[in-house]
């Protein structure tokens, strides 16, 4: 039987309201004897069972639930959440190889991630729970999927907050090697031992189609990465420019253009300036792109983020024609779609233009959004036209 966590009135009541976290000053009681990474039953002042939780003795976030039942966390368990994490991306997607296939909390696995491209699969474990059962998940993928291969990219700095180190490497199979997907007729290439994160941004995937969908005339994709939304754009415009201030990246960008014979110039330098130099000359663009890494790490940077998400969405409605389209996104949690809105309605008001919203979006569907959880709808995403 697992030890016992107890929690506040407070704690109970954010459990009762849906959302799966506890944090550590709605600890009443710690559970006796647990180890970092031990699942423990959570139980409010009356000792009456609320959930089950992974332990965590050093995050702020001190208890992740991951059932309300009282059933054994066991690898049947995992087995049966990633089988059911599994079957809504083939209702969604069908048998694309590229998905995010495990979206933490979104899929009732907190604390883990993984994208799977074809054969591989790519996972994050950032806290100690799902660090220490990465053998048994790889396992479980590689016996589900038919996975050849299964690759942790366990090096982002969050894990440091739970007293994890960074390290990436092989856990199953060989390494692939660079990898190609698709999004939509675009051919996508990927390293998923030298790229950012999990290789790539699916996330905003739909979204890059329904840029392409826009796009005509003079393009701008401003922080490319990789060239995945000049990539949909350079479909349909006469000319497309992308820029990147990463060197790897600006290379992995021109190697994409080149495998989808695109004419795409790739700009390798800072989005600030290209638009603060841009607004100098008369608007002569018909679609900005904005999709800039999260300018909000934390609720004190906010006030540092507005001003950035403030300058680029009024730089580029200073260069774009009447009738041009802003495609403006953030991935910043802590800058709410109210937020962006209010940013891009400040940037309209500043460069004294009227301004359309067409369309408001998210992540893509391979990215689900738990209600009660404002955490997992991180990613926002604006069409703008500029009549």
Not at 250 to 255: C, I, K, N, W
Request: proline letters at 6%; one cysteine or more; a positive charge.
């Amino acid at each position: 039987m697992e030890p016992a966590a107890t929690i506040t009135r407070r704690g109970a009541d954010r459990l009762a309201a849906g959302h799966p976290w506890i944090y550590r000053s709605d600890v009443e009681k710690p559970p006796p004897g647990a180890r970092a990474g031990d699942v423990v039953a959570v139980a409010d002042g009356r000792r009456r069972f609320l959930a089950k939780a992974f332990w965590s003795e050093r995050s702020q976030i001190a208890l992740r639930v991951v059932t309300r039942d009282e059933e054994p966390v066991d690898e049947a368990f995992f087995a049966a959440r990633l089988a059911s994490a599994a079957e809504l991306r083939r209702r969604a997607f069908g048998d694309e190889p590229a998905v995010r296939l495990v979206h933490g909390e979104a899929d009732l696995l907190p604390g883990l991630v993984v994208d799977r491209y074809g054969p591989a699969a790519v996972i994050q474990t950032p806290i100690p729970a799902t660090d220490r059962r990465k053998e048994m998940l790889a396992d479980l993928l590689v016996r589900s999927l038919g996975l050849s291969c299964v690759v942790e990219r366990n090096d982002a700095r969050v894990r440091e907050l739970e007293g994890l180190d960074q390290r990436k490497g092989i856990l199953r199979g060989a390494d692939p090697g660079p990898l190609e997907y698709r999004e939509g007729a675009a051919r996508m290439r990927l390293d998923l031992l030298a790229g950012q994160k999990t290789g790539a941004f699916l996330d905003q995937r739909e979204n890059r189609l329904r840029a392409g969908e826009y796009a005509r005339g003079r393009c701008l994709d401003c922080f490319t990465y990789a060239g995945a939304f000049a990539l949909q754009l350079a479909a349909r415009a006469d000319e497309v420019t992308a820029v990147e201030m990463q060197a790897p990246a600006a290379r992995q960008a021109r190697e994409n253009a080149a495998l989808n014979g695109a004419r795409i110039e790739v700009v390798e330098g800072n989005a600030f300036d290209l638009l603060r130099d841009e607004a100098e000359k008369p608007p002569s663009w018909d679609l900005v792109v904005l999709d800039p890494p999260a300018f909000a790490k934390n609720k004190a940077s906010v006030p540092a983020a507005r001003r950035g998400y403030k300058e680029i969405n009024l730089r580029a409605m200073q260069i774009l024609k009447p009738g041009g389209i802003l495609v403006s996104a953030s991935c910043s949690y802590h800058v709410p779609e109210a937020m962006l809105e209010e940013i891009i309605h400040e940037a309209a008001r500043d460069a004294g233009r009227p301004a359309q919203v067409l369309e408001r979006r998210g992540a893509a569907r391979d990215h689900p959004v738990l209600l009660g959880v404002p955490e997992t709808r991180y990613l926002k995403c604006f069409v703008v036209r500029l009549p």
